[in-house]
């Protein structure tokens, strides 16, 4: 970021830059970064139009531009170690930048036989393995637009997001590893294909091995033998059909040509499909691998992440710039291993190693003190706001020189609006800064800027907005998810302020805060003092609407032992009336045991506000532990 700055340049002054002068910065980021593809002078059309975009109006970046994402993450073609693969027995392949080209070549080959043309839509069914980057490379590197679920997914979760999208060819494993089981998944494989009437075919992967032995977490259901359906083909055959005469093809198309479609949690209703773009992604990643996150050819990259979230998306992007993706599958805590996480940044020699914020809390609660990170710079964190108390964790006892950054973006922009910043001091409890070429402001609710908090806005268009909704015609869920509350300004949903230091406090989503007596406040804010006590392992809050005012009502996972007695509800309440503020504190805190959360690992808070007044959950299959659903209703 340095470099890119120039002499004695601040963060400040740089980002200030990039805000004003938008088209000379992210023509800048193109130049230094080497895309490649071909392009004109002009950088945006329409600029001033912050609206969805429109082939008129704009905002169009790059006009005229023509490129292809995966010719840009496959430039390397060497014997470096491009992936390497773990699950939670252990690492599992490494294949280098030459063999990964030469893998996708191979698969692009054989979907080009399958007749997959530009525009089509390829979609995954699968774990966070080498085969699904393989996957994604071949699709997009012809054109076509990938997208993906995990396998935690249910079928009807599965279908009711790729029966929108209506694809030609999908990728599936026969079965996944979690927590030592192994998980037969061709009923369910079976079940989403018959559903799928635009299938042409199914790839099928052979993963988990049925004959490993599993944890003390239980038995693994024994696998039957296969029985394969018509229009479908493993894996190996797949490849092996096109290995001979197979060479790489990169089907270059204008830089907003759709890339990915990923999709919103599906908690309030069916999934929206967010169609995103080419270039907008490529350029976005690119700024934040290199620039915010300091990544350098020959880095290891890790993050813990499902292909059903966009931080997947976000990880491979990696390739781009040189680096090595250390993929894991599996649960991120195994019974059997829980610091297996760390174990494999130490032994891969992981340089960015990337979280959840619920991952850091429950491994200080574990007491896990990891060892050998002498190559560890970075530790990412998001999904939700890093407690303080973390940020205390990672400095005492992960590693003291390292660069903590918490970070937030959302699917809706495949990337962030605040994030690390290398060039800057890490502050407790903060985000470091706005993300470069991001007009970032705080609303309060009349749409002015405010020191206090209030809504995340962006006020300016920028590259890796979406494309489009699907099956949107005219934009009208595209305005009515960003740009209704605020003419003209993308409204993101978060509760933030900004700090005297640049950076940003996120208190929660905005449709989540509690408003007690009308006073608005951040759930964040009431986890970062209930998640301390080493009792409870993890919390859920919620208002519930009582006799014309909110009452906050605090539900919460103890640890094995611990007993939700007077005592411990009265210490939960002094935490939070001391460290937050008296409108903060729960009238009511019940114990339950799980927290009901997204597929993706976060909090459903709106599920669980819903069971409590009585409303049916909207898409149920959005969640991963639906059940526990039931344990949230309360007599009064």
Not at 43 to 65: Q, R
Not at 306 to 330: C, E, K, P, Q, R
Request: aromatic share 8%; proline share 6%.
């Amino acid at each position: 970021m340095a470099a890119f700055a120039g002499p004695g340049s601040t963060y400040d002054a740089l980002y200030r830059w990039s805000v004003t002068e938008p088209a000379a910065f992210w023509d800048k980021v193109w130049r230094t970064h080497g895309i490649i593809g071909e392009r004109t002078s002009h950088v945006v059309h329409g600029l001033d139009h912050m609206t969805p975009p429109d082939p008129d109006l704009g905002p169009t970046w790059f006009p005229g531009a023509r490129l292809n994402f995966a010719e840009n993450l496959l430039r390397y073609d060497d014997a470096r170690p491009a992936l390497i693969s773990w699950t939670e027995l252990g690492p599992r392949h490494t294949l280098s930048f030459a063999e990964l080209r030469a893998e996708v070549a191979a698969c692009a080959s054989s979907l080009l036989s399958a007749g997959v043309l530009p525009g089509d839509r390829v979609v995954g069914f699968l774990p966070n393995c080498s085969e699904a980057v393989i996957a994604m490379l071949a699709t997009t590197s012809l054109g076509a637009i990938w997208s993906s679920c995990s396998p935690d997914f249910g079928v009807a979760g599965v279908l009711d997001r790729f029966a929108q999208i209506a694809p030609t060819i999908l990728f599936a494993v026969d079965s996944c590893r979690y927590n030592g089981r192994v998980i037969d998944l061709r009923d369910r494989v079976a079940a989403i294909r018959s559903s799928l009437p635009s299938l042409r075919s199914v790839v099928m992967i052979a993963y988990a091995a049925p004959s490993a032995p599993s944890a003390p977490s239980g038995p693994s259901a024994p696998m039957a033998p296969v029985t394969r359906s018509s229009g479908e083909i493993s894996w190996d055959e797949f490849l092996a059909q096109a290995r001979s005469a197979a060479r790489t093809v990169f089907e270059r198309a204008a830089f907003n040509t759709p890339v990915y479609v990923l999709y919103s949690s599906g908690t309030t209703g069916l999934p929206k499909c967010i169609v995103h773009g080419a270039g907008g992604t490529l350029l976005q990643h690119v700024k934040e691998l290199a620039l915010h996150t300091d990544i350098r050819a020959g880095d290891r990259v890790f993050y813990y992440t499902t292909t059903g979230w966009m931080m997947w998306n976000w990880l491979v992007s990696a390739l781009a710039l040189g680096a090595t993706v250390v993929l894991y599958d599996g649960a991120a805590m195994p019974d059997a291993t829980p610091a297996i996480l760390w174990d494999l940044a130490a032994r891969e020699q992981v340089a960015v190693f990337g979280t959840s914020a619920k991952y850091l809390s429950l491994a200080e609660k574990r007491g896990i003190k990891p060892h050998d990170l002498d190559a560890l710079r970075t530790i990412l964190s998001t999904g939700s706001p890093l407690a303080d108390h973390s940020f205390d964790y990672v400095y005492r006892d992960v590693k003291s020189d390292v660069c903590l950054s918490s970070i937030s973006g959302g699917t809706d922009i495949v990337s962030c609006f605040a994030l690390g910043n290398p060039m800057s001091a890490v502050w407790r409890g903060e985000l470091q800064s706005l993300g470069l070429g991001m007009a970032v402001q705080i609303f309060d609710d009349h749409g002015r800027p405010t020191d206090d908090a209030g809504e995340l806005v962006c006020t300016m268009p920028f590259p890796s907005m979406p494309v489009a909704f699907w099956n949107d015609p005219g934009g009208a869920r595209y305005r009515a998810a960003y740009f209704e509350r605020f003419d003209g300004v993308w409204r993101h949903g978060d509760w933030a302020r900004k700090t005297g230091h640049g950076g940003l406090v996120i208190y929660g989503r905005s449709d989540t805060t509690l408003n007690p007596g009308g006073v608005r406040i951040g759930t964040a804010e009431i986890y970062r003092q209930v998640e301390q006590l080493p009792e409870i392992l993890e919390s859920v809050v919620v208002g519930q609407d009582v006799d014309g005012d909110v009452r906050i009502v605090l539900f919460v996972r103890l640890a094995p032992g611990a007993v939700l007695d007077d005592a411990l509800r009265d210490r939960i309440k002094r935490s939070i009336r001391q460290n937050a503020s008296p409108h903060h504190v729960p009238q009511l805190i019940c114990a339950v045991p799980d927290i009901p959360r997204t597929v993706s690992g976060k909090i459903a808070e709106m599920a669980v506000r819903d069971v409590l007044h009585g409303r049916p959950v909207k898409n149920v299959d959005a969640l991963a532990n639906p059940e526990s659903l039931k344990d949230f209703r309360l007599d009064s």
